[in-house]
C-alpha cells in the first residue's frame, strides 16, 4: 500500500535493511548449500521473488511469489526464457544488468518498474567448483509503498504530490465522511474515463455498486466509531458509460490531533483477473460437472445446460453429423423456458452454405442472418422457422470430416464477443475430451504429486528438522507471526515439548503424518497448535523427507501455514449448503408431508442438524395467547410426549429451556448464551432433564409479528454468530412451510365442509322432508271427523328431526370458526349433566361410574357436552323398549395422561366392517347414514387433542352390543 509516511517514519524500511535482507538470505542460501544438502524445495520457501537461471536467461527453478507476480502457472514458468515473458523495455534492461554481472562476477542490485510496481532485483552469478560461471540466481521484492514513502519523506507535501500525480496505480484522497474527493491522480481518472474536475465534483459512493455502497457506508461508520477496518478491500465501481470495473484498494486513515479526518485510498484495477476468476470458475463448475460423465449424451446435455445459463443463450444444443446419410441429428440440449424443442432430424442441405464452412475447421459467428451475404433464401427460411437469428457454432472435425458441432442460439441480433466465441470454443473441447480429460487429470494429480513438496514448501514458516537429533537446524522468522515464537525459542525444543502444543485430539494425526511422511517421503496433516499466547490456531505442514546418499532418512524439510480462517471459512461454506438443503427438505415435507408433526419435526431435524445441537424445540402462540410445542427432540424425555389437539408434540412438564427462549418473545430478537446458568432468566432444571451447556434460539416472525420459537441446545464447544445466521435463515422458511401446509389443510377442510353442506341438503334434509310430505298428503285426503292421529305426528317428530340437524351444522361452523373459546372444564360434570337429561326416557336405565373421581379436568368448550349427549341418545334410539346404558370414566397413560370415557350399551352393536365408517359423513364420494352425531362426536374429539373409536361389548361377538371410547387429554395442575 502506498501511503504518506508518518512522523515517527513508523514501519518504514529503509534501503540498507533491504539489503541486509538479501544478504540475510543470500547468506542462508550459501550456508545450507555448503551443507551439501540444499534442495530445490527449500530454495522455493523463501519468501521473495526467487529464480535460478541458465545463461540464456531460461528459468530452471522458480517460487510461488514469482509464478503469481508474473500471472504464470509455476509449470510453464519453468522451462521458458524470462527475457520472453517480461515487457520487452524491462526485458532489455534487466539483461543489460546480468551482462553486467556476469562483467564483473559479483552481485548486481537495481531496481525498476514492472506492471505498475517497483521492484529491487538482485542478480548473483554462480560460479561451478572450477570457477566457471554457469548459472544465475535472481532475488526480488516488491519496494513500490516504500520508495513512495521515501520520495514522500525526502521531497515534503508538493514532491509527494507530484508523485502520486504521476504514480502508476490510481490514488485518491478524500474527507473522511466520504462525501468528496480532495485529491486524485491521473492513474485514477484514466481508470474511471472521468476528467480530475468531474470526480473532484461527484460524491465517492456515486461512483459504487449497490452492494459495494451498503460496504462503504458501514466501514465509514465503523472509522468514526473508532473501529479498526480492514485496510484493503475489493469494491465494484461503476465507471464513466456504465463499465463495471473491480478494484482492490488499499486504505489509510489518517489523524490529526487523535481524530480521523481523511483517507487515503491505492486503487488498483482487477477487472480483467476478476473476468478470468469467473470465467474460471465456470469452466471449474464445468469440469466438475463432466468429472463423472461418461455416457456423451449425459456429457452433451449438462455441457449445453451450463453454457447456456452462463452465457445467457435462448438455446444451445449439439449437432451429431452423419454426411454419408446426409442427414445431421439435434438431440435435446439447453432451452430458455418457454421456447419450443428443436430437437431431431434435418437434412444437412437444408442449411445452406453453413455446413461447409464448418467442415474447414472454422467457428462459424453469425451476429445477424439478415445481414449474412452468402445465405440462401431457402436456407434463410429455415433458420428463421428455427428462431436462429443469432448463432456461434463451433466444430469438431476427425479425420477431415464434420462429426459433432456446439451450436449457441439467440433469439435477436447479438453481437458475439471474442471471450463468448472463446470460451464456447473452450467448452465444445471440454465436453468432447471429458473421458479423456478425466484420465489425463488423474496423471496430472499423480505429476504433482512428485513436486509437491515445491508447491507445498514454498512460503509461510519454512523449518529444517534433523530426524535424528530431533531438534530444528533452521526455523524461517515468520514463525513469530504464526505461533508467536521466535525461532531461536522452537529451536531451543526437542521434538516432544514440540508436539506437546499441538492439541490433544490432533495429535495422533499429528504423529502418524510424522510416520507416514518417514515411509512414503511426504506427507501433510492439519491440526490445532496453541500459539505462545495460548491461542489455538489451525496449521497446515507440508512436510518432505530428504535422504543421504545411502537411503538413510537426515532430514524433515516443511513449511507450516496459518490456515485458521479457511477452516472456518469452510464450516460456514458447510454450514450455508446444509441450510439451503434443509430449507429444500423442509419444503418437500411440507408437500409431502400427512400432518404439521412430520413437518415440525422435519424442520427441527434440519435446525439440530445445521448447528449441530443435541436436541430442540419449536413451539408456537395459539389463538388463546398460550404455547402450543410444534416438536420436540429429546431422546432422554420420550414418556413426556403428548399430542395436542392439531397433532403437535406437547410435554408433560415444561423444560427451563422454555425459561430462555420467552425472552425471545419480548425481544423479537435471535438469542443465544453458552453458559445458560448464568443467565437470569434461567431457574433450573427438572431432575430428569440432561445438562444444559448452550443454548440458541430465533423467534419465528410472520407479517412482522412473533408467533412462535425456534430453539436449539447442547452444541459441543458452544454456538457463535454464523450459527444465529443459519437459523435465522432457516426460521422464515419454516414459517412459511407451515403457512403452505395449513393453507392446504384449510382449503381441503373447506371443500369437505361444502360436499358436507350439499349432502345434508340434497340427502338427509331432503329425505326428512319427503317423509313429512308423505304422511301430511296422506292425512289431506283423511276426512276431517277422523281426528289427530300418527299421521300428524309424524311429519312433527321428522320436521324435529330435521331441525336437530341443522342445528348440529350450526355447532359445526361455530366450534370451526372459533366461536367456542377453550377452557378447562370439569368432565365429570358434564357426564352428570348427560345423565340427567337422558334419565327420563322410559325403560332406559343410565348408569355413571366414576371410579372414585371428583374432578377430571380436560381443556374443551360448551361442546364437551354434545359429545356424550350424543353417544348417549345413539344407545337411546339403537337399544330395545328396556335397556342399561353404561357411562364409565378413568384415567389412563396412553402415551401421556388421559381421561378415557365408555359409553356402553346392549344394542344391535356394530359390524367390524362398519367400525371405521360410522364416524364418517361421506363415503367413496356417495351420503351413508343420515345425521351428524357421531360426525359431530369425532370432529369435537380431534379438537380437542383427543380420539374416539367403537368396539364390540363383548369381545367378538358385535352383535351383543356396542362400546364407545372417548380419550381426552388430561390437564395437569401446576
Not at 458 to 483: A, F, Q, W
Not at 656 to 685: E, V
Not at 910 to 930: C, E, H
Request: with cysteine; hydrophobic share 40%; proline share 4%.
Amino acid at each position: 500500500m502506498v501511503r504518506k509516511p508518518a512522523s515517527n517514519n513508523e514501519n518504514a524500511i529503509s534501503s540498507e535493511e533491504i539489503a541486509g535482507r538479501n544478504e540475510d538470505l543470500e547468506a542462508e542460501i550459501e550456508k545450507l548449500r555448503s551443507q551439501g544438502h540444499m534442495t530445490q524445495g527449500f530454495i522455493d520457501s523463501i519468501p521473495e521473488a526467487l529464480m535460478l537461471l541458465d545463461l540464456n536467461g531460461v528459468v530452471l527453478i522458480a517460487n510461488e511469489t514469482l509464478s503469481k507476480r508474473l500471472n504464470i502457472p509455476l509449470n510453464r514458468l519453468i522451462g521458458s526464457c524470462i527475457f520472453d515473458i517480461l515487457d520487452p523495455g524491462v526485458a532489455w534492461f534487466r539483461r543489460a544488468k546480468m551482462d553486467e554481472a556476469f562483467r564483473v562476477g559479483k552481485p548486481v542490485s537495481f531496481e525498476d518498474i514492472t506492471h505498475g510496481r517497483v521492484i529491487r532485483s538482485t542478480v548473483n552469478p554462480v560460479f561451478s567448483e572450477d570457477g566457471r560461471l554457469y548459472r544465475v540466481a535472481v532475488i526480488s521484492m516488491d519496494v513500490t509503498e516504500l520508495r513512495l514513502a521515501e520520495a514522500a519523506l525526502r521531497t515534503g507535501e508538493e514532491e509527494y504530490r507530484h508523485i502520486v500525480e504521476l504514480a502508476p496505480t490510481a490514488i485518491y484522497e478524500m474527507d473522511i465522511m466520504g462525501r468528496r474527493f480532495l485529491r486524485v491522480n491521473d492513474a485514477m481518472c484514466h481508470v474511471l474515463g472521468y476528467t480530475r474536475e468531474e470526480l473532484l465534483a461527484m460524491e465517492p459512493s456515486s461512483l459504487l455498486d449497490a452492494g459495494t455502497k451498503a460496504i462503504f457506508q458501514e466501514r465509514i461508520r465503523n472509522v468514526l466509531a473508532g473501529l479498526k477496518i480492514n485496510e484493503s478491500v475489493i469494491f465494484g465501481i461503476i465507471g464513466k458509460g456504465g463499465r463495471k470495473i473491480y478494484a482492490s484498494l488499499n486504505t489509510k486513515v489518517l489523524h490529526r490531533d487523535g481524530k480521523p479526518v481523511r483517507v487515503l485510498v491505492i486503487a488498483q484495477d482487477i477487472t480483467e483477473r476478476r473476468l478470468a476468476e469467473e470465467r474460471q470458475a465456470f469452466l471449474l463448475k464445468l469440469s466438475d460437472a463432466l468429472r463423472p460423465l461418461t455416457d456423451l449424451s449425459d456429457i452433451q446435455l449438462t455441457a449445453s445446460t451450463l453454457l447456456g445459463k452462463h452465457i445467457g443463450a435462448d438455446r444451445v444444443h449439439y449437432g451429431e453429423y452423419h454426411d454419408d446419410g446426409g442427414f445431421v441429428i439435434v438431440p435435446p440440449g439447453y432451452l430458455r423456458e418457454g421456447l419450443k424443442d428443436h430437437s431431431g432430424r434435418y437434412s444437412i442441405a437444408d442449411f445452406g452454405e453453413s455446413p461447409a464452412a464448418l467442415r474447414a475447421g472454422r467457428t462459424l459467428v453469425i451476429n445477424n442472418i439478415e445481414t449474412w451475404p452468402m445465405l440462401s433464401v431457402p436456407a434463410h427460411a429455415m433458420y428463421r422457422a428455427l428462431e436462429f437469428i443469432s448463432f456461434v457454432s463451433v466444430p469438431l472435425v476427425r479425420e477431415g470430416k464434420l462429426v459433432l458441432t456446439l451450436t449457441v442460439v439467440s433469439r435477436t441480433p447479438r453481437d458475439w464477443t471474442s471471450d463468448e466465441v472463446s470460451i464456447i470454443e473452450e467448452v465444445h473441447a471440454r465436453t468432447w475430451a471429458a473421458v479423456e480429460h478425466a484420465r489425463a487429470e488423474k496423471e496430472l494429480r499423480e505429476s504433482e504429486a512428485r513436486f509437491k513438496s515445491v508447491l507445498d514448501n514454498s512460503r509461510d514458516c519454512i523449518y529444517r528438522m534433523n530426524v535424528h537429533t530431533g531438534r530444528y537446524e533452521y526455523i524461517s522468522p515468520s514463525c513469530k507471526d504464526i505461533l508467536g515464537y521466535t525461532p531461536e525459542e522452537l529451536m531451543a525444543l526437542d521434538v516432544e515439548t514440540s508436539l506437546a502444543m499441538v492439541h490433544p485430539d490432533d495429535l495422533p494425526a499429528m504423529r502418524a503424518a510424522v510416520v507416514r511422511c518417514i515411509e512414503v517421503g511426504s506427507a501433510k496433516v492439519e491440526y490445532r497448535q496453541r500459539t505462545k499466547s495460548g491461542e489455538l490456531r489451525w496449521i497446515s505442514n507440508h512436510m518432505n523427507i530428504i535422504r543421504d546418499s545411502s537411503g538413510r532418512p537426515i532430514y524433515r524439510d516443511g513449511s507450516q501455514r496459518d490456515v485458521t480462517e479457511r477452516k472456518l471459512n469452510e464450516l460456514r461454506v458447510q454450514q450455508h449448503k446444509l441450510v439451503l438443503e434443509g430449507i429444500n427438505q423442509i419444503f418437500r415435507e411440507a408437500m409431502s408431508s400427512g400432518t404439521e408433526e412430520a413437518l415440525g419435526e422435519t424442520c427441527l431435524r434440519v435446525a439440530e442438524d445445521v448447528t449441530r445441537s443435541r436436541f430442540g424445540l419449536i413451539y408456537e402462540i395459539n389463538k388463546e395467547g398460550r404455547l402450543d410445542y410444534v416438536a420436540l427432540c429429546n431422546p432422554d424425555r420420550d414418556a413426556g410426549r403428548a399430542v395436542n389437539p392439531r397433532g403437535h408434540i406437547v410435554m408433560k412438564m415444561c423444560y427451563r429451556m422454555r425459561d430462555l427462549s420467552l425472552r425471545l418473545l419480548k425481544d423479537g430478537r435471535p438469542f443465544y448464551i453458552n453458559d445458560p446458568a448464568s443467565h437470569p432468566d434461567f431457574t433450573g432444571l427438572p431432575g430428569d432433564h440432561p445438562p444444559l451447556t448452550a443454548f440458541l434460539g430465533v423467534p419465528l416472525l410472520q407479517s412482522g409479528e412473533v408467533t412462535g420459537v425456534i430453539a436449539v441446545g447442547n452444541r459441543d464447544g458452544g454456538y457463535n454468530n454464523d450459527d444465529v445466521a443459519a437459523m435465522s435463515a432457516l426460521a422464515p422458511a419454516i414459517v412459511e412451510a407451515f403457512h403452505r401446509k395449513r393453507m392446504e389443510a384449510d382449503m381441503k377442510e373447506a371443500r369437505a365442509q361444502a360436499e358436507l353442506y350439499l349432502d345434508l341438503m340434497g340427502h338427509d334434509i331432503n329425505n326428512l322432508h319427503q317423509v313429512a310430505l308423505g304422511y301430511l298428503e296422506i292425512a289431506q285426503d283423511m276426512h276431517p271427523d277422523a281426528g289427530p292421529n300418527e299421521l300428524l305426528d309424524k311429519p312433527i317428530e321428522v320436521l324435529q328431526r330435521s331441525s336437530r340437524l341443522i342445528k348440529n351444522v350450526q355447532k359445526l361452523q361455530k366450534h370451526r370458526h372459533g366461536i367456542y373459546k377453550t377452557e378447562k372444564m370439569d368432565l365429570l360434570s358434564v357426564l352428570q349433566s348427560v345423565q340427567k337429561e337422558f334419565g327420563g326416557v322410559p325403560g332406559k336405565s343410565i348408569f355413571l361410574n366414576l371410579n372414585g373421581h371428583e374432578h377430571c379436568h380436560v381443556q374443551a368448550n360448551e361442546l364437551l357436552h354434545d359429545i356424550f349427549a350424543n353417544l348417549v341418545s345413539n344407545a337411546v334410539r339403537h337399544t330395545g323398549e328396556k335397556a342399561e346404558i353404561i357411562i364409565d370414566v378413568d384415567r389412563v397413560n396412553a402415551g401421556g395422561a388421559y381421561y378415557r370415557v365408555i359409553v356402553e350399551d346392549d344394542g344391535p352393536g356394530v359390524p367390524d366392517g362398519s367400525k371405521d365408517r360410522v364416524f364418517n359423513r361421506m363415503q367413496n364420494g356417495s351420503a351413508k347414514g343420515m345425521g351428524l352425531g357421531l360426525y359431530l362426536v369425532k370432529t369435537l374429539v380431534d379438537s380437542f387433542g383427543g380420539r374416539v373409536w367403537v368396539e364390540d361389548r363383548v369381545l367378538g361377538d358385535y352383535a351383543k352390543g356396542a362400546r364407545f371410547v372417548v380419550l381426552l387429554p388430561a390437564v395437569e395442575t401446576i
